[in-house]
């Protein structure tokens, strides 16, 4: 039928064809209930974990299943038994940069960042301000006063701009 959309392939199947070509960059949420992540990363809207099978630092126990990613990573040399269920995870990638992402899946504060850099969203209000104009140039013995003005005056070289 023209114009149904195709449904996007299961997370799990892009997982495995990406870490297959190499590592695997995982896009997630880690603020979500069932997310296992060291906790300094709990509240940020994003978290992008590399895993991979021939890791500098190796994931002896890394598990990419039906539930989602499990495995010990590294943070800062310590390391951490994370588990990332598939519901956390909105988009994969692979070494090339390529890869897949779910909308559906990706947490409001990302989607509202991409809309706004996409330009489809106006621009935040800004508080209004007196704008700024470019004068003519000024003769420079127009510019240096004759004698200091008088206490209340304004300069004549000096112009308001509203």
Known sequence: ??????????????????LAQGSLFVHLDPRMDTVAVPHWYRAEPQ????IGYDMPV?????????DGVYGTLSFNRTPFTCQIPWEAVFALAGDDGRGMVWPDSM???????????????????????????????????????????????????????K
Do not use: F, H
């Not at 039928?1 to 990406?18: H, I, N, S, T």
């Not at 978290?47 to 590399?50: A, F, G, K, R, S």
């Not at 190796?58 to 299943?65: H, K």
């Not at 013995?141 to 070289?157: D, H, I, L, Q, V």
């Open 1 to 18: 039928m023209a114009g149904e959309e195709k449904p996007l392939p299961p997370k799990l199947d892009v997982a495995r064809y990406l």
């Open 47 to 50: 978290l992008v974990l590399q």
């Open 58 to 66: 190796p994931i002896r126990d890394l598990e990419v299943g039906a």
């Open 107 to 161: 947490p409001q504060e990302i989607t509202e960042e991409i809309e706004r850099e996409a330009g489809r969203e106006p621009p935040p209000v800004v508080e209004e301000r007196p704008s700024l104009r470019v004068l003519p140039a000024v003769e420079k013995s127009e510019a240096t006063p004759s004698s200091p003005p008088k206490p209340g005056e304004r300069p004549s070289y000096l112009k308001v701009v």
